[in-house]
């Protein structure tokens, strides 16, 4: 399996510290880039020469940041107390293995022991206030020695591959991440193209619309996971998008009208490829589109995801297939729409 995407993944990079991510996109891209500018909220915007001119300026984009925590105050008793960053729901947490700060103190997310829990406790979500990350430290300032206030909090990193499926945490959106540095190392590659590595996604799109301010794009693809509910408990109507049933299109979301001739040419390209490819069975969430197809005058946009089984979570769920099809499908449209 794609080894940069192992690598990525296993970088930790909340929305504000995308830090290590961004060095190590730089590091892969850095090659095969004619020009390379840092925005000042740490977004890269990476330009690669085609064959020919561009006939429309077209902007690839993916995000670098994953959600996570951060730490906001040490208890008496050495206890973190913490809030998220980014939309993870609470019910994802308790148990938890996380890894803080630069230092990555390896911590588990604590609560009550459901041998003190009244029945009815145990039948609601733990709210995050009365959750706090356990380092073992013996009280405050044993705890204050190694962590500080502000610190980032992130999931434990494991990468798994099978052959058919990839699990990972950060497989939003590290696996568009991964995309776009495998087209930007192409070598043979028709129309001259701008690419974004945008921080920020998960907490209001903010690099992508700064971003995209100043690269002036008149089109773009947003490369995402998108939420797949095919999963236990769910009817087959309700599933929004399936593992290995292709790339996926989205025609509207909570942020976003997608331009309706490129949805279409999404599917042209992909049968004339013999590409598998779904609709987004529903309108909800939002991604970098959401910016970006706004930015000055406004941009035509479409966006491209891969499903992905349990976003936002400890561990996320992706096709082998999908995400290989992605990559196919990605280079047909870049072509298509820069080349009119």
Known sequence: MDQILKEL???????????LVQQKILKEIGPFADSISITPLGSILAHKKGKYPAKTKLLI???????????????????LH?????GIDPRVLAGRTVKIGDQEIPGVIGMKP???????????????????????????EEASSVVSPGDSVTFERIFYENGHTIMSPALDDRAGCAILIFLMRKVEWKYDTDFLFAVQEEVGLN?????????????????ETTTAADVAGMAPENRVCVLGKGPVISFMDKRTIYDREYCRMAFEEAKKAGIPC???????????????HTSRSGVRTVAVSLPGRYLHS??????????ENAKS??????????GE
Do not use: W
Request: proline letters at 3%; one cysteine or more; glycine letters at 10%.
């Open 314 to 323: 400890p561990m996320s769920v992706i096709s082998c297939k999908d995400y």
């Open 114 to 140: 459901i041998h003190v829990l009244s029945a009815a406790e145990r039948e609601k979500t733990v709210p995050i206030e009365d959750l706090a990350i356990d380092i073992g430290a013996s009280g405050k």
């Open 278 to 292: 779904q609709y987004k069975q529903a309108v909800a969430g939002g991604n970098d589109a959401g910016a970006i």
């Open 207 to 223: 690099g992508s619309k700064t971003a995209a301010f100043a690269d002036q794009p008149q089109a773009s693809i947003i490369v």
């Open 82 to 86: 913490f809030t998220t960053v980014g």
């Open 329 to 338: 499908l990605i280079t047909l449209m870049a072509e298509r729409i820069a």
């Open 9 to 19: 993944c296993s970088i930790r990079g909340i929305s504000g510290d995308e830090k």
């Open 61 to 79: 984009s993916a995000h670098m940041d994953e959600v996570g925590m951060i730490i906001t105050h040490i208890g008496k008793e050495g206890l």
